[in-house]
């Protein structure tokens, strides 16, 4: 059982470096900054209803 524990930790952190790698390329960079600015945005605009009614 020792053996699954280390080969299921050893998994998982390399998992988690991966994940790190890939959210901190420098490709993913414009992807990031446009949906930073989705909360900004009017939603008028962008589903074309009315808060109005």
Do not use: C, Q, V
């Not at 080969?7 to 930073?36: C, D, G, Q, V």
Request: net charge negative.
């Amino acid at each position: 059982m020792e053996t699954f524990h280390t080969i299921w930790t050893a998994l998982l952190m390399i998992l988690f470096i991966l994940i790190f790698i890939r959210a901190w390329s420098r490709k993913r960079t414009l992807e990031y900054r446009e949906a930073s600015h989705i909360p900004l945005e009017d939603d008028n605009l962008t589903n074309g209803s009315s808060k109005d009614g």
